[in-house]
């Protein structure tokens, strides 16, 4: 039996350049008895992965969950005092429910923040993917130099005003702390 | 717009929250707790579940959350554990079952080693199935960084896997 | 007919423009005819390639996974005139105040910084770095993802060294 094309899809597949149906090809093939030996290492991950998915939670899960969730809300009926809030408790859930889907909806686009720029204009001058790492990182660095160039002198600057402040409060204070 | 009911659209999902949070969690008591506390948090903002793009994403997210929350909380073993698998020789036993037993252990402890966003993202796509877009819905990433994370993910799985086996054998 | 090619030219480059340009692209638009700047690229393909090689060891690991929260990367430098440039830099930010933010800013004895970004719902989605240091200039723009973690990442796995400081 011809193997090449397995192979080129585990060739593709740590590239991550295969598609979901052709990742399960490939489970579906390590699950066969009859593994060449040559490919027979990789046998146990995609036999592994398989399996992974058979987990399931315990079957008391369902009357568990269900029983905190359907389990009766409120029991205030004896508190006629609540009555007269009653239009209150409303107003302010309205607001809860405002506030809470202004999150939510903030976070649900959140979650796919897109970059609107246009890099088509982007002409890699790197063909080399080595040489821009360190372009790459030489420029991080330099980056990173700047926030601490400035954390440090913010620091500075605050221990500076902290010992003026205590020159402030405190009358015994010698003249000699004083904001450089 | 379908109405979304608990019974019928999210407790279905227990399993697959189930298995990422133990995958994050690698306890399974605390995963199934995050998975209750996953659905009761769902459950109290069943107000907006039509507003939600894909309901499932979004349930996984919250699980993820949260197992993260909670393995933070507990944090700091689980960094240092890289070292030790690759002390462990693998005995090559006569006995085929027991080598692949013992295969499987090896593959399960390599990919709970792998950093927790690798080992999510790993879980999402090679044993959920999911697309590389819904992945980053849910870790709320781009799908550059997820095939990135993937891609090493895989790449340290299979280095690993083969020096470990080449010392075996 | 130059007059025809100018205007078509401009029609051209504003329909660009009105997608998004990020910092450097601006710039570098602003500034075609010179030739004393030079412009660095990377774009999100090769980002990706870079992702993709291995790393050799601890510190490389580091500064993937920060380059992780990156999608691309432009560099502008020049290595005279930096007052000039730097001053050109700043006019851009200010017709954008909307867009950018500023984040850090510093002005030494013999360096000018600043560093701006453009947030989108609280995550940094462009940073731009000026800065202008004995008459060289330089940008340093990326395009990404990059949260509170990154910046935070950024500034404590590259603590610089003190020895050669000034």
């Known amino acids: 039996m011809d193997y090449k094309y397995i192979e080129q899809l585990l060739e593709r597949f740590w590239q991550c350049e295969t598609s979901l149906e052709e990742e399960q090809i490939l489970r579906t093939f390590f699950q066969q008895k009859e593994i060449p030996a040559h490919l027979l290492s990789y046998k146990h991950l995609f036999v592994y992965e398989q399996t992974a998915k058979e987990v399931k939670l315990g079957n008391d899960f369902d009357a568990k969950i269900l029983a905190r969730i359907e389990k009766p809300v409120v029991t205030a009926h004896h508190v006629p005092f609540s009555r007269h809030l009653r239009p209150l408790f409303k107003a302010a859930a309205v607001v809860a429910i405002i506030l809470s889907l202004g999150t939510a909806a903030q976070r649900s686009f959140h979650r796919d923040i897109e970059t609107d720029y246009n890099y088509d204009t982007y002409k890699d001058t790197y063909t080399d993917p080595q040489v821009a790492y360190g372009e790459i990182s030489e420029a991080l660095m330099s980056v990173s130099e700047s926030i601490n160039k400035y954390q440090e002198q913010y620091a500075n600057d605050s221990v500076a005003v902290a010992a003026a402040n205590t020159e402030d409060n405190s009358q015994v204070a010698p003249d000699s702390i004083k904001k450089e | ?169 | 007919m130059k007059r025809a090619l100018t205007i078509g030219c401009t029609i051209v480059f504003t329909a660009a423009t009105a997608m998004a340009q990020d910092f450097v692209s601006r710039y570098m638009w602003e500034n075609k005819h010179d030739t004393l700047l030079h412009c660095v690229s990377v774009s999100p393909k090769m980002m990706e390639e870079v992702l993709k090689t291995d790393a050799k060891d601890e510190v490389q690991e580091e500064m993937r996974n920060i380059m992780m929260d990156l999608k691309s990367m432009q560099i502008v430098s020049s290595q005279t005139k930096g007052d000039f440039y730097f001053n050109k830099a700043e006019k851009i930010i200010e017709k954008n105040i909307n867009r950018f933010e500023p984040f850090i800013s510093f002005n030494d004895s013999n360096e000018n910084c600043r560093i701006m970004v453009r947030k989108k719902e609280g995550v940094i989605i462009e940073l731009v770095m000026f800065s202008h240091k004995n008459d060289h200039f330089r940008i340093i723009n990326f395009t990404g993802c990059m949260n509170e973690h990154f910046i935070d990442n950024l500034a404590k796995t590259m603590i610089p060294k003190q020895e050669d400081k000034d």
């Not at chain 2, 944090?75 to 070292?83: F, G, H, P, V």
């Open chain 2, 1 to 169: 717009m379908q109405e979304i009911s608990f019974r019928n659209d999210i407790l279905p999902l227990k399993d697959k929250l189930f298995r990422l949070a133990l995958r994050i969690t690698q306890n399974s008591a605390e995963a199934e707790d995050i998975v209750q506390d996953t659905m009761i948090k769902v459950w109290d903002k069943r107000n907006e579940w039509q507003q939600l793009e894909s309901l499932e994403a979004y349930c996984l997210t919250v699980c993820r959350n949260l197992a993260i929350d909670r393995s933070q909380l507990k944090a700091t073993q689980n960094e240092e554990l890289t070292e030790e698998t690759q002390e462990k020789p693998d005995a090559s036993s006569p006995y085929e079952d027991l080598v692949h037993e013992e295969r499987m252990q090896l593959v399960h402890r390599l990919f709970n080693q792998l950093p927790e966003k690798q080992r999510s993202i790993m879980q999402l796509r090679d044993i959920e199935g999911k697309s590389y877009k819904e992945i980053a819905d849910i870790l709320n990433l781009t799908e550059e960084q997820v095939k990135v994370n993937l891609f090493r993910a895989r790449q340290r799985i299979k280095q690993q896997y083969t020096k470990i086996e080449n010392y075996g054998l």
